[in-house]
């Protein structure tokens, strides 16, 4: 009797470490919607980037305009079936990024995107507004050198007469993060 309650106590406890739970494990499915309506400089149009692949990178920037956080890249498959294995790879093709900005308590303050698509670049700062953040981005959890985020949400351009984009995210990555690599 003894014996099956300390099997019962060694697998609860296996359990309760996330062992065998996938949602603690790395992982990354993200998708990017870009839709460019109106534009001097964008070629306008629908991009969608499928992403399997995430990295992510501490980042602290000293000087005038001291900040920190983590950036996270998204790679999608490329036309040829390859994976990029590096934030510099990935750089070379289509890609997006989430840039969770951090206090000094590492609490979220700010969340900027990226989606880079031939003929197109966008960077909005779509999350600054407490109420913003606590909507988009309250499922975010950084643990040591680990990051693990959830949100669904969509930032729409509407204020520019010359300028129109619309950002679409779904994000359910954890990965780990490496040190700053001096971009």
Not at 5 to 17: D, E, K, R
Not at 30 to 37: D, G, P, R
């Given at each position: 009797m003894s014996f099956i309650?300390?099997?019962?106590?060694?697998?609860?406890?296996?359990?309760?470490?996330g062992i065998d739970n996938p949602s603690t494990k790395a992982h990354c499915k993200?998708?990017?919607?870009?839709?460019?309506?109106?534009?001097?400089?964008?070629?306008p149009g629908k991009h969608k980037l499928i992403c399997m692949t995430a990295f992510a990178e501490e980042m602290r920037r000293e000087g005038r305009g001291h900040f920190s956080g983590i950036d996270i890249f998204f790679a999608p498959k490329t036309a040829g079936g390859h994976v990029p294995k590096t934030p510099g790879e990935l750089k070379k093709g289509e890609y997006?990024?989430?840039?969770?900005?951090?206090d000094k308590t590492n609490r979220l303050t700010q969340v900027n995107m990226t989606v880079v698509v031939p003929g197109s670049t966008v960077a909005r700062t779509v999350a600054w507004k407490a109420e913003d953040l606590k909507k988009y981005f309250s499922n975010v959890d950084i643990k040591g050198k680990q990051v693990i985020l959830k949100s669904e949400g969509t930032y729409e351009d509407a204020e520019s007469e010359s300028e129109r984009a619309i950002l679409h995210w779904d994000?359910?990555?954890n990965v780990s993060v490496t040190s700053d690599s001096g971009r």
């Open positions: 309650i300390f099997v019962t106590c060694v697998i609860l406890s296996f359990a309760q470490t993200a998708t990017f919607e870009l839709e460019v309506k109106r534009s001097d400089v964008m070629k997006a990024t989430v840039n969770l900005m951090l994000v359910d990555v």
